[in-house]
């Protein structure tokens, strides 16, 4: 009698306890709540600064520069870099950038074109260093070795055309090479400026932007 006695107790004991599990989808779900709530805490600048810029404040500017829906930054876009080494496309990220596209050759129009993009950089003062100046060259060939020296401090590289062509779009009647593209820290490109583009209102455009982004935007990568 004494060992059925054990074995009733030990089947007892070895039932699961019914308030703990109900307890365990209430404990699962909250879970999940609050990692939901920490990485809407983290979110809360980058979507705060949008706001401001894009929706608050609409009617108290005009932008020089086409918003277009954020498109994200392709995980391979081919790059390399002057000596043939692979670059990661994630190597972008956390800097504001402004991007020309040229081949390697650069003609008189595309030697002016990266001109004003070195110019519009330098105009935003203490700023300038929140914004990386990109190349990407798009037709496998060298940069000119003339055009070395302007270029120096910017971000030149070999890209796929046809990736890159997927990501930024030119507007209607235009070639991808007659724009400066705008990508945002976070690696999407979110403003394209017309063809030919006047200096002054491309600056006026990233002084916006960049304010409404210094609760969250660091210069420089780490």
Not at 97 to 109: E, N, W, Y
Request: aromatic share 6%; proline share 6%.
């Amino acid at each position: 009698m004494t060992t059925d006695n054990s074995m009733v107790q030990m089947s007892v004991h070895s039932l699961p306890d019914p308030a703990q599990a109900a307890a365990s989808p209430k404990r699962t779900r909250m879970g999940r709540l609050k990692m939901i709530a920490v990485l809407l805490v983290c979110a809360a600048p980058v979507i705060a600064s949008y706001f401001t810029y894009y929706v608050v404040r609409p009617q108290t500017r005009t932008n020089y520069g086409e918003l277009v829906e954020p498109q994200a930054l392709p995980a391979e876009l081919g790059l390399r870099d002057e000596a043939g080494r692979a670059v990661a496309s994630a190597s972008l990220k956390q800097q504001w950038l402004l991007i020309a596209v040229a081949p390697g050759g650069c003609d008189a129009v595309c030697e002016k074109h990266l001109y004003w993009q070195r110019q519009i950089r330098e105009t935003l003062g203490r700023d300038k260093d929140r914004v990386d100046r990109v190349w990407l060259i798009d037709d496998g060939q060298p940069m000119r070795p003339a055009l070395a020296a302007a270029m120096a401090g910017a971000t030149v590289l070999q890209a796929d055309r046809g990736v890159l062509a997927a990501w930024l779009k030119p507007a209607a009647g235009h070639a991808l090479e007659e724009h400066f593209y705008l990508v945002d820290p976070q690696g999407h490109w979110m403003m394209r400026f017309p063809a030919q583009a006047d200096a002054r209102k491309v600056q006026k455009d990233l002084m916006r932007l960049l304010r409404a982004a210094n609760s969250w935007d660091e210069a420089g990568r780490p």
